[in-house]
């Protein structure tokens, strides 16, 4: 049974097109969904069911060597955004062997010996699986960018082989689906404050993040133009109000399904003789 | 809430010690468990929460620093005796950022080029992870054996070379639970002919299987000496039941449990000074 509590498609409202400017966005928003939280939540148990049951297909696809699509999710916010959650509740309702998670940290001297999309061409999914970046190549235009980690012509020149490379992926059969977690920042000091007075959620907690923090408008510029630069036909950006966390996940599993139904994987046929081997089988 | 329907644990009647026979173990039996299929589905969905709990209070312990404790979970079996429901049903319940999984294949020829142990030690899992093999280096003395791809004496360098390795891993902080999914042959058969007869499951059926499972006896007396040599205290070997599929499940997932409680992971305390940070965040 699907809910199906959606007045527009996530896919569609929440792509980041020509002209698009995050400042209109609010971040404690639900756009598109028509329901409470206990609705969300009804509805998110429901449909990780149906984003299973097509990543089995995409998988049984691909086994046969019938087709190269896979998805990859890439993940990208300010702290405390829901990543972490994302990746429990949406992902985590997907069989484990069907998905590769790679999170990416502050590089290690091994990838930084190499160009930024060394460690990311690493991870990126097989045919048949959903590959979730957690953190990605984008980092190192946000990060970088914010923190003068990079000049400002080593960072023009990143978002050209960014999307150079992302084509080079979708063409090769992944279906690459780019969120940024939008939270504000009133949300983010009481979820860090949360964090300080519990003590089971003190080891998240990390002094580092306030100093992030007050470069808030900073960041925002920084994927502002991240999304002016890199927002493609084929790996589009989509930006998710994640003031509250059910209507987050609701809306990236809604990707995610959108992305499954696109592909609409087929069970293989069988490249044996089912009968002759029924018969082989019973004798054995 | 746990119902505890156990009489016995499943990490001490299940155990391969000193004079263990796998013909004496009933692929049939639900040993140590009192209910049935009802009670131990309830089971699985109640326990798995205290799973994903205890898995994330690990991984919290050593991202701080204070432990380097990990879980390893090997799985080997027949084909269909279940693995892949272990890893959908029971490892799938757990924050896939707490889970490394591996599918060990037919080795590569980059994996033929290096020793046996080689793959296998890439993927142990970091500190606070569980670590998941779908098969593992005991295939280089299982179908090695039965296949005769080893030499006779390959294959005895290598229950010694497993030993030495798994007491280093041992050491260096892994919980090692090796498991085999022990499954009768008519209940492969039986698996096998439902994989023939519906379209959706064809994929999942490859005719080699046939002419491995012909070799029955030859797979039992190679997995008896796989016990007798390479079950040791500190990486013992589990053979659990598994023409149940629901007790199967279950057992493994107490096994996990055990492991985790034995660990018996806390809290880590703040390396920071907590009332600062509330002043310096609320201040930002």
Redesign the interface.
């Known amino acids: 049974m699907t809910v199906h509590t959606w007045t527009a498609q996530p896919s569609d409202i929440l792509r980041v097109g020509d002209g698009f400017l995050l400042a209109d966005v609010d971040p404690g928003g639900t756009p598109g969904f028509e329901g409470d939280k206990a609705r969300g939540k009804a509805e998110l148990a429901v449909r990780v069911r149906e984003l299973d049951a097509l990543q089995e297909r995409l998988y ?1 696809q691909s ?2 060597g019938e087709a190269a699509d896979s998805v990859l999710l890439v993940l990208q916010a300010m702290d405390s955004a829901g990543k ?1 959650g994302i ?2 509740h949406v ?2 309702g997907v ?3 069907g ?1 590769l ?1 790679s ?1 990416f940290k502050t590089p290690t001297e091994q990838e930084r010996a190499h160009d930024f999309l060394w460690r990311i061409e690493r991870r990126l999914p097989a045919p048949g699986i959903i590959g ?1 970046f ?1 953190r990605s190549h984008y980092e190192d235009v946000l990060i970088a960018r914010v923190r003068d980690l990079a000049s400002v012509a080593e960072i023009e020149r990143r978002y050209d082989a960014i999307n150079e490379f992302e084509r080079k992926v979708a063409e090769a059969g992944t279906h690459v689906i780019k969120v940024m977690l939008h939270i504000s920042p009133e949300e983010q ?1 009481s979820r ?2 949360e964090r ?2 519990r ?2 959620k ?4 990390n ?1 580092g993040d ?1 100093a992030e ?2 470069r808030w408008p900073d960041y925002m510029a920084a994927y502002q133009t991240v999304f002016d630069r890199t927002s493609t036909e084929r790996a589009p950006w989509f930006v998710v109000p994640a003031d509250h966390k059910w209507y987050a996940r609701l809306a990236v599993q809604e990707l995610l399904l959108a992305a499954l139904q696109d592909i609409d994987p087929q ?4 490249d ?1 003789d ?1 009968e002759a ?2 018969k ?3 004798a ?1």
Chains 1, 2 share one sequence.
């Open positions: 049984a086994r046969a972490g990746v429990r992902v985590g069989d484990p062997q998905i998670l999170a979730v957690d000091k860090l404050m300080l007075e003590p089971d003190h080891w998240k907690y002094p306030v923090r007050i069970w293989p046929a069988a044996f089912v081997e029924k082989r089988l019973a054995s």
